[in-house]
């Protein structure tokens, strides 16, 4: 099961042995699940957080991993709803959350400790982490819809370990809002704070900052998600949400040809127009180089014709703070 660890440490990204092959299934693609509860738009720029977050890679060629993601999403946890196999009518909604709209902080929800300079970051939290000790880890994944459900359940597993780190102090960078412990970091985006309800990424104290490979599946999920008119969410939109590398700065070059490029799809964004539905249990990746991860998808057209597809992406484009999609081929 390809999900993040939060509190261990991985071997870096650009070790040869990050290339060994493997297939393992995982359940980071709750894509399509069941949203009964509420949910709110956090930014998909999310952190790179936890390059602890991917582990289990031993066996020979590059890494591989296949998308066991089925549309009901983690086993015996939540029923299933409309899937990326149908196709559905856009859904239409503001592209942006309303903090108005948002229920009043509970009286005895968690205690999170003030950030200077930024007032808004420790409500925003605060209504997570209430959540994060009432609900069931399927409401947290159907909240935090931007983020692999997968990585969700692992990196919410040691509550009081979480709680212990939001009664720190936190501290503000120019994109980051981080509250810690020794032993655990819990952040968010900056931005995130803005929107009233956050939902932070949980790290061992210490580690470097990354994705894991869940988060690049996923970004494609929630890209093909639009394409087909069911958002896993219906704020998630471009505009809002970008998931599509910029053309500038013009620093595309997943085969390391030293000659770098605008990212492809950049300038033409409607290459996947006329998708009808997606294979979403059958979402692979693969490690390419350094910043780069291509994920495949079968993909069906207006016609009726299923081709696979290859979503590349990078975590390293000046204009992402995340995963971006940078070409789609065939």
Request: aromatic share 4%; charged share 20%.
């Amino acid at each position: 099961m390809d999900r993040a660890r939060p509190i261990t440490r991985e071997r870096d990204r650009k070790d040869p042995r990050y290339r060994d092959r493997t297939r393992q299934f995982e359940h980071d693609g709750a894509a399509h699940q069941q949203r009964s509860a509420p949910r709110h738009g956090d930014l998909r720029t999310t952190p790179r957080i936890g390059r602890s977050l991917v582990g289990g890679l031993v066996a020979a060629g590059a890494v591989l991993l296949a998308g066991c993601d089925s549309a009901v999403g983690i086993p015996n946890e939540e029923p299933a709803r409309a899937t990326a196999q149908t196709t559905t009518s856009p859904i239409l909604a503001p592209t942006t959350p309303s903090t108005s709209a948002l229920p009043p902080i509970p009286a005895n929800a968690p205690q999170v400790a003030a950030v200077p300079g930024l007032p808004a970051a420790a409500p925003a939290v605060q209504r997570w982490a209430a959540d994060l000790q009432t609900e069931t880890i399927t409401a947290l994944q159907a909240k935090c819809w931007s983020m692999a459900p997968g990585n969700v359940a692992d990196m919410y597993e040691g509550k009081q370990a979480i709680l212990n780190a939001l009664a720190q102090p936190g501290v503000a960078t120019e994109d980051t809002v981080t509250w810690k412990t020794r032993t655990t970091a819990v952040t968010i985006d900056r931005a995130a704070a803005d929107t009233g309800y956050a939902c932070p990424r949980v790290i061992a104290a210490g580690e470097d900052t990354g994705l894991n490979d869940a988060d690049a599946r996923h970004t494609v999920r929630r890209y093909l998600a639009r394409s087909v008119g069911a958002p896993l969410d219906p704020s998630d939109k471009e505009g809002t949400y970008p998931l599509v590398c910029k053309a500038s700065p013009a620093t595309w070059d997943p085969t390391g040809t030293g000659k770098p490029i605008a990212a492809p799809l950049a300038n033409n964004a409607g290459k996947l127009t006329g998708a009808t539905k997606f294979a979403d249990q059958e979402i692979q990746s693969e490690r390419l180089r350094a910043d780069y991860i291509a994920v495949q998808v079968p993909v069906t057209n207006a016609a009726g014709v299923t081709q696979t597809r290859t979503f590349t992406l990078t975590d390293g484009h000046e204009s992402s703070k995340g995963y971006c999609i940078g070409d789609v081929s065939p």
